[in-house]
């Protein structure tokens, strides 16, 4: 095939792809001349707007002209589904034959009814409050307006999937109470009036927690990663990964994985990863040797895992905070040694490839430094970035306690100094250029020459960072602050760049800096289209749930086909968010997941005797809603890196779920293991666990993958996969050699409580008739928070719970309203002939450390070792 045949090839899959990421991401729709002035106008507007309510600049306003132009809560809300109606309206064609250079007359009226039924909320809001509970004709007009508008720019943006689901789920409102709904299902019916407001009126449907969480956070955490793209952070990013990386065996591959993660930290994308990185390294891979399908696969495994990844997440990270209650900074903490242990993993699968294909790694310059010299530079890395995170964490917390009266005065003279001083030396390099992946590269570039030209880049992530972790902001001011300061770098880092190189002019740099400022405002609000209406689908969702309690349904229904039994339960519900995830978003897919099942596995845990804690399920909902970009028949990733790669689709799909495997089996482990959440764990247990935890997964990725030294025998998978697993959770074992806890019957619970040390917890066994079923009786395991030290009553009575003893029987009286149990208890008739009783108290027994497990799982790795030695061919690194 010629070079012109090859360039053509190129073109036309450039062209594939970069329509796919438009129809899915951005809005397929080019319109010309005014009107696509318009809509890029409309475009940069909401993101104005979304820095303006983020801002003091309201309160500011209304305090000098004493006009109230403050945005609240909700009427942000409104005014934020607003805005995506109008783009969905305007930039994505309502099907397939609409025209993609203009806007048809029918697209302008849907788009004016989507603005009007939001800005209805909006404007007449007194009247709204007045009559609460009581929608007039025009409350019902404007609601079915909404509604049936959010459908149509779901359909648009995110095609008829999430459009069917949504559908379902206020079919079963209007019609659930009908004689042919299976009666198992049934529930009492809502009458037009009733829906509407319950669906559009109020918080409690569209323009819920998900829209809340959409138009207060998500947002500008987009709109942060956009403006850091269009500054150049992403090509250097790459290009640094490549740097550091492409000289090892199957560097390309390496490089893609590590630059997909750091673009993970501000993309909430896997399609948008997969294009942004996969440009470049997926032509490096196939000519280093990786066949099409596995050059795509190990990018799209990397992308996905980039939604793994804190802070964004997938923008879903502020969902979970906002549904499991716990703070964001908590979350990231929770969320952060998997990803990482998953990161590594693949880096080691890819190393795996590249050993059965025999592949070399790149050419690297020539370097003449002596050993000990390399050594003492590595050593040199490795101090100056605990000394930046010290500085970031110690430094900039000192100036808050030395001087609490100017922190932000202080932090932005820093920010300021540490920018002038990085750009300086940015400035004596040439800026990186956009390389062409299918040109030769005959060496690769000197790491720091790469590194130098884009600190500076680093610095908003830094104050994003300091802002969540030191400061303890919220997540949407430490967004708004980051934002902030990526904006006067998008502005400001040309002109600075002319006039410390003296050359060209500063009118050229402003205008540059403008265009790129324009430039990520616009992609920031058009990338945001979706998710806005996605949330705003969700939250019909989780309303239909409010209304009806349908996930008490579903979940009975999924606890019948799963017997009761966890790890079935646990496996269903992750089938559910594969097949629901091919067709839904990944956080409208977790919303309807975690909504549905997240209380069921809780409570069917708790019933088996496992205490699972709420973020461990989200997160395990999470993860697996994450695996649909890659499944294969819709896997939407994996037909972005094969347009790019040219392999088959599905074959990238397949190849790129086996590299995730890994990332389905840690949902699972940290379900039983919740160590690997850092939950309850000191800084020096973290350490440790975190490295067990990477042998662990490696050597479970070397068995999936079947070569660990040597291409695997079957027994040596076999063993591999045991220890593995082994390494994960020892303490399976050690329930099996020594029971876990002391049984002690119920009536010693007075006794017990009052034993228990400060702020400790006491697990217990609920047993009572259930209030649905009095013939059942149900079995409920619990944490007690015990609290202060006092007498068993006194502590018993301070959480809301009062127990009288009755022969050999402690009976629970009915929690009262309001108090710490009384939500998780009420699923008991206390007023049956079967009185609730505490059945059982539990004390942690005496054993042996878990780890002592370790021992016979790391004399079986050496066996392993020790036969594929013989067999090894190649240097395992």
């Known amino acids: 095939m010629s070079m012109e045949t090859n360039q053509t090839e190129k073109r036309k899959q450039n062209v594939d792809v970069d329509m796919m990421v438009a129809e899915v991401e951005t809005g397929a729709r080019s319109a010309t001349g005014l009107v696509g002035k318009f ?12 820095l303006y309510i983020a801002s003091n600049i309201p309160y500011v306003l209304t305090e000098t002209f004493g006009v109230n132009v403050v945005y609240n809560s909700q009427e942000a809300r409104q005014v934020h589904l607003a805005f995506a109606l109008v783009l969905a309206m305007l930039a994505y064609p309502l099907f397939k034959s609409s025209p993609r250079n203009r806007v048809p007359w029918y697209d302008w009226i849907l788009a004016i009814l989507g603005a009007s039924s939001c800005l209805y909320l909006l404007f007449f809001k007194e009247d709204i409050a007045n009559r609460a509970g009581l929608p007039t004709t025009a409350d019902i007009t404007f609601s079915i307006i909404g509604m049936l508008s959010l459908g149509i720019a779901v359909y648009r943006a995110l095609g008829l999937p999430l459009v069917i689901v949504a559908s379902v789920f206020v079919f079963y409102v209007f019609f659930g109470h009908l004689s042919f709904m299976p009666e198992a299902i049934q529930w009492k019916g809502a009458s037009l009036g009733k829906a509407m407001w319950h669906f559009w009126m109020q918080t409690e449907g569209v323009f819920g927690v998900a829209l809340g969480v959409s138009a207060s956070m998500i947002f500008l955490f987009v709109l942060f990663g956009s403006l850091l793209e269009k500054a150049g952070a992403g090509n250097y990013f790459i290009k640094l990964a490549f740097a550091l990386l492409g000289h090892l065996r ?12 750091l673009s993970g930290l501000y993309s909430g994308s896997s399609i948008a990863n997969v294009v942004t990185t996969g440009t470049f390294t997926i032509p490096l891979m196939k000519r280093t040797g990786f066949s099409p399908e596995k050059a795509g696969a190990v990018e799209v495994a990397s992308s996905t895992n980039g939604q793994l990844t804190p ?8 969902l979970i905070s906002e549904f499991t209650g716990i703070s964001y900074p908590e979350l990231i903490k929770h969320a952060f040694l998997p990803a990482i242990i998953s990161y590594i993993a693949l880096v080691y699968i890819v190393h795996l490839e590249a050993l059965k294909l025999g592949l070399e790694g790149m050419k690297r310059p020539t370097v003449t430094a002596t050993v000990a010299q390399r050594l003492s530079g590595v050593l040199f890395g490795f101090i100056a970035m605990g000394v930046l995170a010290a500085a970031v964490y110690y430094g900039l917390g000192w100036i808050k306690v030395v001087f609490p009266d100017l922190t932000f005065s202080a932090a932005v003279l820093i920010f300021l100094a540490a920018y002038f001083t990085l750009l300086t030396v940015a400035a004596r390099h040439p800026d990186l250029e956009m390389d062409d992946p299918n040109a030769p590269i005959d060496e690769l570039p000197r790491p720091w020459d790469v590194a130098v030209t884009g600190f500076y880049f680093l610095l908003p992530i830094v104050v994003l960072i300091w802002s969540i972790l030191v400061e303890r902001l919220s997540p949407t001011t430490s967004a708004y602050w980051a934002t902030i300061s990526m904006i006067f770098i998008v502005l400001t880092q040309h002109p600075l760049k002319s006039i410390l190189r003296k050359t060209g002019t500063i009118a050229d740099g402003l205008r540059q800096g403008g265009q790129d400022f324009l430039n990520g405002m616009i992609s920031g609000a058009r990338a945001m289209i979706a998710i806005g209406v996605a949330t705003g689908a969700a939250g019909i969702i989780v309303g239909t749930v409010s209304l009806t309690g349908a996930h008490q349904v579903v979940g009975e ?18 089938v559910m968010s594969l097949v629901l995830g091919m067709g839904l978003p990944t956080t409208a897919n977790y919303i309807v997941v975690s ?17 699972v804690p709420l973020i461990a399920v989200h997160l395990f909902v999470f993860y697996f809603g994450i695996l649909a970009d890659d499944t294969p028949p819709v896997g939407l990733a994996a037909f972005a890196a094969a347009a790019i790669s040219g392999g088959d689709p599905i074959k990238t799909g397949i190849q790129g779920f086996s590299y995730d495997i890994r990332t389905a089996l840690l949902p699972f482990l940290f379900i039983f293991n919740t160590e690997l959440l850092l939950i309850d764990v000191g800084p020096f247990k973290a350490v440790f666990i975190f490295i067990v935890a990477v042998a662990a997964m490696m050597l479970f990725a070397a068995a999936t993958q079947g070569y660990f030294l040597a291409r695997s025998k079957i027994w ?3 063993a591999l996969l045991l220890i593995a697993f082994t390494l994960f959770r020892p303490g399976f074992w050690l329930d099996y050699a020594q029971e876990p806890f002391v049984n002690h019957p119920g009536t010693d619970i007075v006794e017990l409580a009052g034993q228990a040390p400060a702020n400790s917890t006491l697990r217990v066994q609920i047993a009572g008739p259930d209030f649905d079923n009095p013939d059942q009786i149900d079995n409920l395991t619990m944490l007690l928070e015990m609290g202060e030290p006092a007498d068993g009553e006194t502590r018993l009575s301070n959480i809301g719970l009062a127990v009288m003893e009755d022969g050999d029987k402690m009976l629970l009286e009915e929690p009262f309203p309001g108090t710490r149990y009384f939500t998780d208890l009420q699923g008991y008739d206390y007023y049956a002939d079967e009185s609730v009783v505490v ?37 395992a690194f």
């Open 250 to 261: 199957g560097g390309p591959a390496k490089a893609a994985v590590i630059a997909s993660a």
């Open 595 to 611: 909504s549905l099942m997240a209380p069921v596995i809780v409570t069917v845990g708790a019933q088996s005797g496992l205490i």
């Open 557 to 574: 229904f999924v606890e019948y086909l799963s017997g009761g039994n966890l790890i079935l339960m646990l496996l269903l519900v992750a």
């Open 39 to 50: 809509i890029l106008a409309v475009a940069f507007i909401w993101s104005s707007f979304q």
């Open 839 to 875: 059945a059982m108290v539990q004390t942690p027994a005496e054993r042996m450390p878990k780890e002592v497990f370790y021992i016979p799982a790391l004399l079986l790795l050496g066996v392993v070792v020790m036969m594929q030695r013989r067999r090894q061919t190649v240097p």
């Open 311 to 318: 802070p964004v997440m997938g923008a879903a990270a502020f």
């Open 716 to 718: 040596e998978t076999a």
